[in-house]
């Protein structure tokens, strides 16, 4: 660990995470998503107490996605990045010791921007407070809380500079991601005089489409090799809650031997309901399994569905074509043959 001991100018710096709404003790102070320099706390000499700390995390009620966040529960963790003691004196942590000359800047202009992107890159693992390569683990947090009904809190925190770091909230098809946040325990209520041990800091939610994807398994459990290669076809159509359709397209697997094939598919809506249809199953091959199947595709997640057959003992040689169609430029569509047996004259 660093220690440094700083003047009450630069602890006001530090420790002023915002211009503190007027409160009373019973109220959490409201601050900022990033420290601000604020001189007041200096000129009065007030020390810092005993007493723990707490961080509240809310979504802004006034924000644009406030009402569909109450709805969705998501994570987020605390990582100490300096103490504080009672006389001014400031410990960067072991964790975050290779930002110290960044933080000392940051408190000097305000610009927080960089060092809270550079030390959230230490906490997730990308990037190393020592410049070694990085582990790709990350560091343990001090504290962690879910968020629920748009509010979370963390409770027995030590004074000190935090980085707040809240997981993405899926919510339907939209994912939404918070701007990393820096806070500090505790806050000075300018109004009051006052250091405040129990501050809230509101999240700022980034919404952004969310995805996930299918993946189709055939299993073929007998083959008959002096048929050839066969070729088993697949409708997916996929509904929103609505039941408008926002996804359609047909895929197929190909066998040369007895065994399992797959088929990923990906960039599906998240939320969509999909229905898969084996509507092809070959000349001399028949379905073991249930011709359709119905799941719901989640984000960043892949779905599945499961089909088998098997030879029917019928010698009917045969292929398949799959027609698949694209969008192209002006709203056009772009159809492509995939042959099932790429050897397979016109």
């Known amino acids: 660990m660093r220690k440094t001991k700083n003047k009450k100018q630069y602890l006001a710096v530090l420790l002023a995470a915002v211009s503190l709404a007027a409160g009373t003790g019973a109220q959490p102070a409201r601050a900022a998503n990033v420290p601000t320099p604020v001189s007041v706390a200096a000129e009065t000499g007030e020390r810092i107490g005993d007493s723990a700390c707490s961080l509240t995390l809310e979504i802004d009620g006034t924000g644009e996605y406030a009402q569909e966040l109450r709805k969705v529960s998501f994570g987020a963790r605390l990582y100490r990045m300096a103490d504080i003691d009672a006389q001014g004196e400031y410990t960067v942590t072991e964790a975050f010791a290779e930002l110290e000359t960044e933080l000392l800047e940051a408190a000097e202009s305000g610009q927080w921007r960089d060092v809270i992107s550079h030390a959230e890159a230490v906490a997730e693992g990308n990037e190393s407070s020592d ?31 935090y980085l707040v770091l809240a997981d993405p909230a899926v919510s339907g098809s939209d994912t939404y991601r918070f701007l990393p946040l820096a806070a500090a325990l505790p806050g000075w209520d300018a109004e009051s005089g006052e250091w405040q041990y129990h501050v809230t800091v509101s999240l700022k939610p980034e919404r952004e489409s969310a995805y996930g994807s299918l993946r189709i398994l055939k299993t073929l459990e007998r083959y008959n090799a002096s048929l050839g290669t066969v070729t ?101 569509w772009i159809w492509n043959r995939l042959d099932a047996d790429p050897e397979r004259e016109e």
């Open 131 to 161: 410049g070694q390569e990085p582990s790709g683990s990350g560091i343990a947090p001090d504290g962690q809380v879910q968020v629920e009904n748009g509010q979370g809190v963390v409770r027995e925190l030590s004074p000190g500079l």
């Open 232 to 332: 088993f076809v697949f409708s997916v159509d996929g509904k929103d809650s609505l039941g408008n359709i926002v996804y359609s397209d047909v895929v197929s697997t190909t066998h040369s031997a007895a065994g399992t094939e797959e088929v990923l598919i990906e960039n599906i809506p998240a939320g969509t309901t999909v229905t898969v249809t084996e509507v092809y199953s070959g000349a001399s091959y028949e379905l073991t399994s249930q011709p359709q199947q119905t799941v719901t595709v989640t984000a960043e997640t892949v779905a599945q569905t499961e089909f088998s057959n098997t030879y029917n003992e019928r010698l009917v040689p045969g292929s398949g074509a799959v027609n698949h169609f694209t969008g192209g430029e002006g709203g056009d």
